[in-house]
Structure formats: structure tokens, C-alpha cells
């Protein structure tokens, strides 16, 4: 018999496909042998490493979706979880003989060998269904850049591995688990991997809801996204493309003549969606969450329990298919944001932002500000810094992705008066009562050597008090609830500024600048006079939990954005025994310090304290007005009205709210401004608590009031002393 060249290209497929019944004998014959074990362990790679998956971010109530991270958008479904037709498009699109061989089609083998002798080159492929998973798992499974490569190029020794792989891969998984695990890998454009990702970018729907035409739409991009994308401006290639895997249905038998009909009829009726990805593509009309979404990501870029590194948790916070249940609060956030753009428009230069936490846990509920978190500056506001002006850069308002409310790399903002909260505290822990009397003059000779900038008395710093009316006799309630500056430099002297900055960073804060670094040093702290008086940078962030500290009775939470955090199996997330989204508190002063604190700062608000007098008037007395329920806080300007502050609490919430330009410190807010940040946390915290009951202050014990014999004594010594 002559043996023509047809002749002869089938019996060579046919002597490649024997060989493939034994495997190790065909990889050797092409002299690229690989051991026994090295195939195990790859064919158990494929039941083992789990594709890149969609991380889902949702509110306080796990409905609501905030964003999403992924690199490659996907989310597993079963496969009785997908319509039935997408089953049957995909069999018939890509391997009509799926439930007839074991891995490998020696039919399609000899065919596509065929094909491609005639052609001169690649014009068929030969890959079931099962090698294309196969590849697929190689290539999601690939830990490097070379194994990513030898998992898809295009050589004869490659193609018989992923041939060995799938008919051991059958040999262990069923028909219906392939199909399933294919689906949810395939690439179908647009950013989509896996079919609930395709269905949702193309149809906007679900994998259950696909109907036959959209099923077929998708399995027919497999092959080639690009070439057959029904999203182009001419969707002739993806209707006829379409139109084929409806007839390889129909001759498969899966569809009757009269379906294939009425589906070739219907055109491609897109719906298409584009899913957030990250911070900076919220939802419309909640571009207002990525300030929090921002703090979120550092927060989780700081846990060991999602990495070794940053990168690290980046990348798996990216691919690792984390199901994240924020403490973010819709209902809170959109009063806070309401507050805060009434206060101060978005194009404002200057930024007026506010905090809300939750005394107790730490959980963040609300994060607001008047910028949007965008990327896009072109259309931005000029500098406000004249220097930065002249050299042509713009200024961060209204787009910024800025975190201008904490949790990244920017030092804050000087607080003012409300770093009172510390010395207050220090001295309560170390004995002194609410009662002690201070003689506070309109200006004090300080023991401090004067700092550049401050203002001086010969060497020595001389504060002063914002108003006449402060000067006199003064205890804690109407030195706090007045702010009176030289009674409270005055105690600082007394109980040692060291231990006030101690008391800060015991309450979280950090010093981010190298000045605040070098003046809370050991060295130098006890010298840090103007400490009490709020001249170091500080987050909002930090502020609203100082005082959510106080309004739990003295229990420190850190401030912590999450609720729960499931992987992507389900399982909470736990790290050393200890679920990572759990609040991770301890008591940082006693209950009779923070409830003594709140008794003083009662006096700030107008509404009062329990214990004492607060002398007769207070600096925000509209915030009781406001709220009508117990409330305590603390007001804060700096030098020059630079900033202007306001940190208020109930027992179950706390606040805290600023007015300054991020841009240009020196561009000071003004007198005008001083009120801003009062009315937005007593009106934030008006609407979030209504409806609550009016939770009221446990008062502090005697001693921390009134003192005992032992301290009058004590503290006559001491107050003869001072005023000598």
C-alpha cells in the first residue's frame, strides 16, 4: 500500500496518542523526561493552589458593599449554582467529546494534527476541556514569572505534560468538578475571570440567571476575548461566534431547533457593569467611603496575620478572596458627611473633617470630610501655600486622596486646647481631685525655657489666657470646661510634663514629625512645656479614640476598621488564637480617673458637672444646646487660630472634628471658624444617637473630688510652695 502524506500525519498522531496511554514513555521519546514524582507533585498542585480571587468589602451590616480589591475579578460558584445552559454552551464551545474520553481526545489529537500538516502551522488545537483547566491551574498556580511562562508556551513537551496531568487529573476529579473549576478560572475580558465575574461585567446579572444567548455570548469568548468581545463597536464576530456554539448545542442535542432559532434571532443585549476595584472607584454617590476604604488598607497592610510584609498583604488582600465586614456605619457616615459640608464646602481650601468611634471596641463608624478621594487633580483649586502657588502646583481640594483624617503618612494637625485631656488625666491618676485650686493670672512665667516661637519672658515661656475673665482662682471643672491656659501649664509644672506626654502616647499617640519626635523624647519631655497646650501634630483618628478611652471608663481600644474578616473558605480569619478583627482593648487609666476626666470636661459642653462647679460659663455650651442628652468633650484652637478643634463623647459614641489647610499650615482659619468643628460633632452625635436612650456619667469617687486629709495636707505644702 502507498502511504500518502495523509496516511503517514495520521499514523504518527496515532503512534503519539499510544504513547500517551503510557505517559513517561512518550515524554522520554521527546527527550524531555520528567520523573515520576516531579508529575505527582504537579498533578497535586492542581487540587491545591487556589486561583487569585475578589476580596469583598462591605458596611456594619455585611450587605451593603463598599468596594472590592482583586487582580483578577473572581468569585467561585458551584456549578448548580450557574444556569444549566452555561454548563452546555462551554462543552459545546470548547470540547463536544467532554463526557466521552479520559483527559485527552485521541480523536481531537489525530484531527488537529491533520489540520495543522495541511496548513503548515498551528490552525487546530487539540486541548480538552480538561488540559485547558490544567494549564489554566499551572498558570494561576505559578509562583514566578518562569513557571508562569512553562505553564503556557507553545512546545511539544509542555503540551504532553498538561496531556499526562489531565488524565491523571480524571483519574481523581469528576466530570461535573472539571466543568465547575474551569468556569470559575476561564478568562472571558474585560478584567473578568470566571463566569460570575463574566456575568456580572457583561449582563449585570448572576451565573443562574444567565439565559441561553447569554451563556453561549460567554462561552464563545473563551477561545479569543479580543476577537469575539461583544462590547466592541461591531459585534459581528461575537454574534457569529455566538451563533456557532448555539449550533454545536443543537447537534449535541442539549437545545431543541426551535431554542437555537429564537437564540441565533436575539441580538447581544449587553448590560454592562464595571465592578469597584479599590478606593478610589466607590460606588456612585459614595466617594465619600474611600477615606475610610484608605485607613482600611493601611490598617490591614500593618497585620502580620496577612503577610510577612506590606506587599505581602497588599497581594493577598488582592487575591486572596476575603469576605471584610467593616465597621463603617452608611447611616452615621452620611450625617457626619451632611454636617461636615455644611460647615465647609468641598472646594474650600481649607479641610474640615470628622471622626466617629465607638467607646469600648475602638470600631471606627464614620470617617467624613469636604474632599472628594479622587486621583484627579486637573480640575483642583490653586495652591494655597505661595511658594507651591508660584511653582505652578495645585492644591489638594477637592480631589485628594490624601489621608487627611489619619491612618497614612501625614503628621495631622496641631489640636490645641484639647491636649488638656492629658494633663488632666495625669494629674487625677497621680492623686490630684477635681477640687485642686490653682490662682491661673492673664499671663504666667512658666519654668520652661522659651522654645522659638513662644512667647518669652526674658528665657522663660510666657503663656497666656485667651481672656481676662479666666484669670483667678480655678479648679479642674472651670479650668477645664474654660480652657484656661495658665492654670493648666501651671499643673503641668506640677505633675511633670514628661508624664503628660507619657499619659498621650499611653492613649496612642505617635509622634510623626522629627520635632514632636525629638521633644517627646526622654531628654527632652519634662522641657516641653507648650505640651498641654496642643502644639504637637496629631490624626483625628487619634483624638476621637482619646476621648472614646475616657467614655469607656478609662479602656483603651485601638481604633480598628473591621468587624469580621471571613477567607476565602469561609473560616474566620485568626491570627495567635485571637480572631484579628476583634477589639484589642486594655485598661489605660482606672475607671475613677476617666469617670473624674468626664466630670471636668462635662463643664466644657454646658451640660455640667456631677460633682462641682464649672465657674460659671464654658466654651461650648452650644453642644449640650444641640444634643439635649449627657454629653463631654473639649475645645481646641492653636496660636493664631491655626486650627480649630472640637472632641465630644456620649457613653456610646465619641467625636472628633477639625477646620485647618493641610496645604499650609500658616494659613490660619480664623476666630470665624472656631465654632465649626462644636456644631458638627454635637450634630453628628444628635442624629446618630436618636432614638438611643440618654445614657448618663457615672460620677467620680470622693477622693478624686474633694481629696483626703493626707492630700489637703500635701497639697498646702505643695501650693505654699509654688507660689512663692
Known amino acids: 500500500m502507498r502511504v500518502t502524506p495523509l496516511v503517514r500525519a495520521g499514523l504518527i498522531a496515532g503512534l503519539v496518542v499510544a504513547g500517551l496511554v503510557f505517559p513517561i514513555a512518550a515524554i522520554a521519546g521527546l527527550g524531555a523526561r520528567k520523573g515520576s514524582d516531579a508529575l505527582e507533585n504537579m498533578s497535586a498542585q492542581l487540587t491545591v493552589v487556589p486561583p487569585a480571587q475578589t476580596t469583598y468589602v462591605y458596611a456594619n451590616d455585611g450587605k451593603t458593599l463598599l468596594t472590592m480589591f482583586y487582580e483578577e475579578h473572581r468569585k467561585p460558584t458551584k456549578l448548580a449554582d450557574m444556569s444549566p445552559y452555561m454548563a452546555q454552551a462551554i462543552v459545546a464551545a470548547e470540547d463536544t467529546r467532554f463526557y466521552q474520553h479520559h483527559g485527552v481526545d485521541p480523536k481531537g489529537v489525530v484531527r488537529a494534527f491533520v489540520a495543522n500538516q495541511q496548513a503548515g502551522g498551528v490552525s ?5 476541556l480538561t488540559m485547558q483547566y490544567v494549564r489554566m491551574a499551572l498558570r494561576d498556580g505559578a509562583k514566578t514569572p518562569r513557571e508562569a511562562l512553562a505553564a503556557t508556551e507553545q512546545t511539544t513537551a509542555r503540551k504532553l505534560r498538561e496531556m499526562r496531568l489531565a488524565i491523571e487529573l480524571e483519574k481523581q476529579v469528576s466530570k461535573q468538578e472539571i466543568l465547575e473549576r474551569y468556569l470559575n478560572s476561564a478568562y472571558f475580558g474585560h478584567r473578568a475571570y470566571g463566569i460570575f465575574s463574566a456575568s456580572q461585567i457583561f449582563f449585570s446579572t448572576t451565573p443562574k440567571n444567565l439565559t441561553l444567548t447569554q451563556a453561549a455570548t460567554l462561552a464563545g469568548l473563551v477561545k479569543a476575548p479580543s476577537a469575539y468581545d461583544p462590547a466592541s463597536r461591531d459585534r459581528t464576530a461575537a454574534t457569529e461566534r455566538r451563533n456557532y456554539v448555539i449550533d454545536q448545542m443543537l447537534k449535541m442535542g442539549t437545545i431543541t431547533a426551535a431554542q437555537a432559532t429564537a437564540a441565533k434571532k436575539s441580538p447581544i443585549d449587553l448590560k454592562l457593569t464595571t465592578p469597584p476595584n479599590d478606593c478610589v472607584s466607590m460606588g456612585r454617590g459614595h466617594n465619600n467611603w474611600g477615606f475610610f476604604c484608605d485607613y482600611l488598607r493601611t490598617w490591614w497592610q500593618e497585620q502580620p496575620a496577612f503577610g510577612a510584609n506590606p506587599m505581602e498583604r497588599e497581594e493577598n488582600l488582592r487575591r486572596g478572596g476575603y469576605r471584610i465586614v467593616t465597621t463603617l456605619d452608611p447611616r452615621i457616615q452620611a450625617s457626619a458627611l ?12 481649607y479641610a474640615h473633617g470628622e471622626v466617629v468611634i465607638q467607646p469600648g471596641t475602638g470600631r471606627i463608624v464614620a470617617m467624613a470630610v469636604n474632599r472628594k478621594y479622587s486621583l484627579d487633580q486637573r480640575h483642583n483649586g490653586e495652591h494655597s501655600d505661595p511658594a507651591k502657588r508660584r511653582a ?4 489638594n481640594y477637592p480631589n485628594t486622596v490624601n489621608p487627611l483624617l489619619g ?23 497621680r492623686g490630684l481631685p477635681l477640687s485642686t485650686t490653682i490662682n491661673a493670672p492673664q499671663k504666667y512665667v512658666s519654668k520652661y525655657i522659651t522654645t522659638p516661637g513662644r512667647a518669652t519672658c526674658g528665657k522663660h515661656w510666657c503663656p497666656q489666657n485667651a481672656s481676662k475673665s479666666m484669670s483667678g482662682p480655678q479648679t479642674m471643672w472651670s479650668g477645664f470646661g474654660k480652657s484656661v491656659n495658665t492654670y493648666w501649664v501651671q499643673m503641668e509644672e506640677r505633675v511633670g510634663a514628661r508624664n503628660a ?16 519626635r525629638t521633644l517627646a523624647s526622654p531628654a527632652h519631655a519634662n522641657d516641653w512645656g507648650a505640651f498641654t497646650l496642643g502644639v504637637s501634630d496629631v490624626t483625628p483618628i487619634e483624638m476621637a479614640n482619646v476621648f472614646a478611652t475616657v467614655a469607656a471608663e478609662g479602656k483603651y481600644c485601638e481604633p480598628i476598621p473591621v468587624r469580621l474578616i471571613d477567607d476565602r473558605d469561609g473560616a474566620t480569619v485568626m491570627y495567635e488564637g485571637r480572631k484579628v478583627a476583634m477589639p484589642r482593648c486594655h485598661q489605660a487609666v482606672s475607671i475613677a480617673v476617666a469617670r473624674a476626666a468626664t466630670d471636668a470636661a462635662r463643664c466644657v459642653t454646658g451640660y455640667g458637672a456631677a460633682r462641682g462647679s464649672c465657674g460659671g460659663w464654658q466654651t461650648s455650651p452650644m453642644v449640650y444646646g444641640t444634643m439635649r442628652r449627657p454629653v463631654a468633650g473639649k475645645s481646641g484652637t492653636t496660636d493664631s487660630n491655626r486650627t480649630a478643634w472640637f472632641c465630644g463623647f456620649t457613653p456610646q459614641l465619641a467625636a472628633a472634628a477639625f477646620v485647618a489647610d493641610p496645604d499650609n499650615p500658616k494659613h490660619y482659619v480664623g476666630a470665624g471658624r472656631g465654632t465649626i468643628s462644636k456644631f458638627t460633632v454635637a450634630e453628628t452625635l ?39
Open 124 to 128: 487546530q488545537g487539540a486541548s480538552t
Open 338 to 349: 451632611k454636617h461636615v459640608l455644611n460647615k465647609e464646602q468641598r472646594r474650600s481650601t
Open 392 to 395: 505652578g502646583l495645585k492644591g
Open 407 to 429: 491612618g497614612g503618612d501625614m503628621a495631622g494637625y496641631q489640636a490645641g486646647s484639647t491636649f488638656k485631656i492629658f494633663t488632666l488625666l495625669t494629674a487625677l491618676s
Open 501 to 516: 506626654v507619657r499619659m498621650a502616647e499611653r492613649l496612642g499617640l505617635k509622634w510623626r514629625t522629627d520635632v514632636d
Open 686 to 724: 444628635r442624629d446618630a444617637l436618636e432614638g438611643q436612650p440618654k445614657l448618663t456619667f457615672a460620677p467620680p469617687p470622693d477622693r478624686l473630688v474633694h481629696g483626703g486629709r493626707t492630700f489637703h495636707r500635701q497639697w498646702r505644702t505643695f501650693h505654699r510652695q509654688s507660689n512663692r
